[in-house]
């Protein structure tokens, strides 16, 4: 199988957490993450870009060993410890009313997933909560400028000018690197905005059809299973 373009390589990964570097019971796999240290250890860092909040997202960024800037809760905060302080570039306190306002008009858990409590930028629902009405009760409502962006962690709302993509850049302009150079690996369509502006793409197999449609590549292995054959390629082409 073809991974990569003929004569290119990537400058860095950047690659979603949930259902992508996890197995089909969601949990991490561990072959994926021994994979990404190899690919840290061959000089190509790994940028974690995830709907996930800072914290958790650090926790597993400091485990695999990763040197990349972290991009979360879709391109909300964008952060790398050697910074400071993360770039929070929205307020989660708006996405909250309208989760508060949504439980007055449709049948929903406004305190939404237990990450919250966490959430910088954005608010998130269960992710089996009625996405129709939920979309279509926003719409109609004075919050009708938030998107709303259903994944499989969870329903985002959030701000519109915020997703993976545009985090990314934030991210990418930090580390002197263009998106054309950077490998994006992910499974949802909250990672397209990021597949849009990366010079190559891979969407792991299991992934939604939204995604597949428009990934460079789409891996025949599912999930974090990807990672071994995907990383092989990338060590053999660099004659690592």
């Known amino acids: 199988m073809k991974w990569l373009p003929d004569n290119w390589k ?7 957490i949930d259902g992508t570097i996890t197995d089909s019971n969601k949990k991490i796999h561990l072959g994926a993450i021994k994979a990404l240290r190899e690919l840290e250890d061959a000089g190509i860092p790994i940028i974690l870009a995830t709907g996930n909040v800072r914290g958790l997202t650090y926790g ?3 485990f695999i060993g990763a040197s990349g800037p972290m991009v979360c809760e879709n391109g909300g905060v964008v952060w790398h410890p050697n910074w400071g302080k993360p770039i929070v570039r929205a307020s989660g306190e708006r996405a909250k009313e309208a989760a508060n306002y949504l439980s007055t008009v449709v049948n929903i858990d406004a305190d939404g997933i237990h990450t919250n409590d966490w959430r910088e930028s954005e608010w998130c629902l269960f992710p089996d909560e009625d996405l129709i009405s939920i979309t279509r009760c926003i719409e109609e409502s004075e919050y009708s400028d938030l998107s709303v962006v259903k994944t ?3 329903i985002h709302l959030m701000e519109p000018h915020l997703d993976k993509g545009s985090g990314l850049k934030i991210a ?3 580390m002197g690197l263009s998106a054309e150079e950077i490998l994006a690996v992910g499974d949802a369509p909250n990672d397209i905005p990021m597949f849009a502006i990366v010079g190559h793409s891979v969407a792991v197999g299991g992934c939604f059809k939204d995604l597949a449609d428009v990934a460079d590549v789409v891996s025949p292995y599912p999930h974090g299973d990807t990672f071994r054959p995907l990383v092989n390629a990338i060590l053999r082409d660099i004659g690592y």
């Not at 990537?10 to 979603?16: E, H, N, Q, R, S």
């Open 10 to 16: 990537p400058k860095a990964i950047a690659v979603d």
């Open 60 to 62: 597993l960024w400091r």
């Open 172 to 174: 990418l302009e930090k």
């Open 152 to 154: 499989g962690f969870a």
